[in-house]
């Protein structure tokens, strides 16, 4: 206890020795800027979290915001002076080495003082409120030779939009430019927001680009805000007349005025499939013309080094292709005579980044002077792709190590197997539970092991359906995948699985990704040790045939919305997978007039098959408080129905918690279902999970960052069980048997990825006996530390 004391009493001493000493060597009238501090006193807004960042200067870096170590650095390797004549004394290169290490401490300044309160009264004007007051306060602490400014700010209220007006002289943009208003980042009795319109000038000159105006250049669109002796709006705010000027005048190269009337249509295209900035492209290359169809008019040339390989041909040396020239001519729709349009140059880039071929774009212009009517005001461009390749085979090694779970992962790919930007992906994995025992020692164990692999193909189309080929608006692909799984189970049994399954994927937007597989087939073989029979006896007959041999045929769909607000603070993402199998099977049987009955179920090729419904819903949201404070939170449900020539859901479909990402005060899968009690937490999985996630994550040091969080949730079976006591969700207690949990841990941000270090307690365990589910006090026993790689959502 003595000793605790003492430490406490020591600490206040050590920081005020770290702080004085990084100010020793300051002058009489120096100070040293320990903080910042921007105050709005009488409004709120989530703009004014960033106002921190137009204070200059900016003071020194403490560790874990307390210790300012570089400053003591450079301020205790200073040179040894005499004191009566102030001449150097002694000054080593360590001393010199240890300087550069530190860092001088930043002085209080007024100067900077004034120049941050002029930048603060800018921003606070382009946020619409023109009559901010802003007074800085200085906090001396004046035997420590320290200074700290908090900048106080009356914002007063905000100024509205009241009236909007166009004053556009070029009449071909006019029409263009007043037809699209509704789509305007400006609108009236709208708060004032310069950011907006940027953002409203940007719009317009895209607007008028999208229509074939080539030459339209940023400064001709400007905005007058009149402010004088405007009428308050309909809350009693004051308002502003916002004037949109298209002005051509301002414009004084007469060739480019001209040029800013034309429109401009596509015309041939320049594809370079392996551009390298260090060749001479005005010789020795070869050139090979190519015709996509007898509708599409456009002249496809591909440029390639005349160093790169040949192959011989009917008698002739013809360049060896990298791709299949139709491969890129499909999803690019810069095509001839189609009007210049920024919105189908940026569609073909984004698909040419889509075949994950190319590490760099870069699409150029060419003005086709031969073809230019200087009548008709028309004109046309060439388009130059010229496209950087990336590493066609890749290596990859993942390690994901948990404190209840250890992988390894390795993955071979290839991005052009057929010279279609095929991506083939084979992947191998092995993993091991990780357990921990105490005797006289701590003991590391494993129980469980798990190995496989995956063959899969990603092809830049649509198999099957032919026609969607057209729908040149969407991303997608097939995907073809076989894998195989392994897995043991402690010393209870050992399970194979193959499956096969093809997959459709298309991107209508930003968005949203649809994903439907029309076809999965796993075979599930498992091989029982000895015991596992009297293990499993202490489950009900119902709940042990989750543990058998059985064949899955589902149909598959998956939904991923993401959502993120212009200002980046909200993010929101949605996930719900849908899944059917066994029915169209169990149809088959139907109309075969083959009867199932309780002891004996219909067969798929001479083994069991499952039949069920299931689907999962995961919402997520994340608020952004500012640049380095967070509010992350999950909602996920699940439901599994076994039907018809099935009673119980398979284990490889079941739903279950615990580990370093869910739940995370109960180990892997030994949480559930429901309130069922049992001495002995063998493998836990049910019919219906929820779970409900909260946790702030903030900083501590550069990239030293915590998280304190709270997870709740169960599993639950889909149906009553007699042998296993409270174990089915009721409506009426379901929310009595919830889990509990709370912790707090570190995270090491190295931006690449992620390491996780939690400590997590539950507060409420359904699972235990009724009068022990509560936790009253910490129990060290009951602590879980989990580590883990990235966030657990």
């Known amino acids: ?106 002085l209080l300044d007024t100067a900077r003082i004034e120049y941050s309160v002029n ?147 596509f015309n041939n295209i320049y594809i370079y499939t392996n551009y390298d900035p260090t060749l001479n492209y005005n010789a020795d290359m070869d050139t090979v013309t190519f015709y996509r169809s007898k509708k599409d008019l456009t002249r496809y040339f591909f440029i390639t080094p005349k160093s790169q390989a040949k192959v011989r041909r009917n008698g002739q040396y013809v360049v060896k292709r990298d791709y299949r020239y139709r491969t890129l ?14 919105y189908d140059v940026n569609r073909s880039s984004k698909r040419i980044s889509d075949l994950k071929n190319f590490n760099y774009t870069n699409i150029e212009f060419d003005e086709v002077e031969v073809k230019f009517d200087s009548i008709n005001k028309k004109g046309y461009l060439n388009t130059i ?86 729908i040149e608006s969407l991303r997608y692909s097939t995907r073809i995948k076989f894998g195989g799984h392994w897995q043991r189970a402690a010393s209870l049994y050992q399970r194979a699985i193959i499956n096969v399954g093809i997959v459709y994927n298309w991107t209508p937007s930003v968005r949203v990704n649809h994903q439907v597989s029309p076809i999965d087939i796993s075979v599930v073989k498992i091989d029982k040790y000895e015991g596992f029979d009297e293990v499993i006896s202490r489950y009900s007959l119902a709940f042990r045939k989750k543990y058998e041999e059985n064949v899955l045929v589902a149909l598959k769909y998956v939904f991923n919305y993401n959502y993120m607000s212009e200002n980046k603070r909200h993010n929101l993402s949605l996930r719900l997978r849908l899944e059917s199998s066994g029915l169209t099977v169990s149809g088959v049987n139907a109309l075969l007039s083959r009867n199932a009955s309780e002891t004996s179920a219909w067969k798929f090729f001479g083994l069991n098959y499952a039949t069920y419904e299931l689907a999962e819903i995961d919402l997520r949201y994340k608020y952004v408080i500012d640049k380095k404070n967070s509010i992350a939170s999950r909602f996920n449900f699940g439901i599994g129905i076994p039907l018809i020539n099935s009673s119980v859901l398979p284990f490889e ?76 969700f009721n409506i009426n207690r379901f929310y009595k048997e919830l889990a509990w949990a709370a912790g707090a841990g570190l995270r090491l941000d190295f931006s690449f990825f992620i390491i996780r270090l939690d400590v997590a307690f539950p507060i409420y365990d359904p699972n235990e006996l009724a009068g022990s589910r509560w936790i009253n006090k910490a129990d060290l026993k009951k602590l879980y530390i989990p580590l883990a790689i990235g966030y657990a959502f």
């Open 119 to 265: 930048q603060l009264k800018i921003e606070m004007s382009q946020l619409g409120y023109f009559n901010a007051v802003v007074v800085p306060e200085i906090q001396y602490r004046k035997k420590r030779k320290m200074a700290s400014v908090t900048y106080i700010i009356q914002a007063g209220n905000p100024y509205f939009i009241g009236n909007i007006k166009y004053d556009i002289d070029i009449p071909q943009y006019k029409r263009i430019i007043l037809q699209d208003t509704v789509n305007s980042e400006v609108k009236v009795n709208q708060q004032y927001n310069e950011d907006e319109l940027m953002e409203e000038k940007n719009r317009i000159i895209n607007s008028v680009r999208d229509k074939g105006y080539y030459y339209v250049p940023n400064e001709i669109v400007y905005f007058v805000v009149d402010t004088f002796q405007k009428p308050l709006n309909a809350k009693g705010y004051k308002t502003v007349d916002l004037e949109i000027k298209i002005d051509m005048s301002r414009v004084t190269n007469a060739s480019a005025a001209e040029k800013m009337i034309y429109k401009y249509s």
């Open 329 to 342: 001519t499909d999803i690019i729709y810069t095509k001839r005579d189609i009007l210049f349009s920024r």
């Open 1 to 106: 206890m003595k000793a605790k004391l003492s430490i406490l009493f020591l600490l206040p001493a050590v920081l005020l020795l770290y702080s004085c000493n990084s100010t020793r060597h300051l002058k009489s009238n120096e100070y040293m800027l320990t903080k910042n501090t921007v105050k709005v006193t009488d409004r709120k807004d989530d703009a004014f979290a960033d106002l921190y960042y137009f204070v200059r200067p900016i003071p020194n870096k403490k560790f874990i915001d307390v210790f300012p170590i570089k400053t003591w650095v450079y301020a205790s390797f200073q040179p040894i002076v005499d004191s009566v004549s102030g001449e150097v004394i002694k000054d080593t290169k360590f001393r010199k080495w240890m300087r550069a290490k530190g860092e001088a401490p930043i």
């Open 385 to 470: 792709y010229k496209l950087s390749r990336n590493k066609i085979h890749s290596f990859a090694t993942e390690v994901d190590v948990r404190s209840d779970k250890a992988n390894l992962s390795l993955t071979y790919s290839n991005k052009n197997i057929f010279k279609g930007a095929e991506y083939l992906n084979i992947n191998g994995y092995f993993g091991m539970d990780i357990l921990f025992k105490k005797t006289d020692k701590l003991i590391l164990y494993s129980n469980n092991a798990e190995a496989g692999g995956e063959l899969s193909i990603d092809f830049p189309r649509l198999f099957i359906f032919r026609k969607t080929q057209n």
């Open 653 to 728: 479909k079941s739903f279950y918690l615990g580990g370093a990402n869910s739940m995370r005060a109960w180990q892997f899968r030994t949480l559930g279902p429901g309130s069922f009690y049992s001495e002995v937490r063998n493998e836990r999985n049910g019919d219906v999970k929820l779970e409900m996630n909260l946790e702030y994550r903030g900083p501590i040091y550069k990239f030293i960052k915590f998280g304190v969080f709270t997870d709740v949730g169960n599993i639950w079976l889909a149906k009553k069980d007699n042998g296993m006591l409270n174990a089915e």
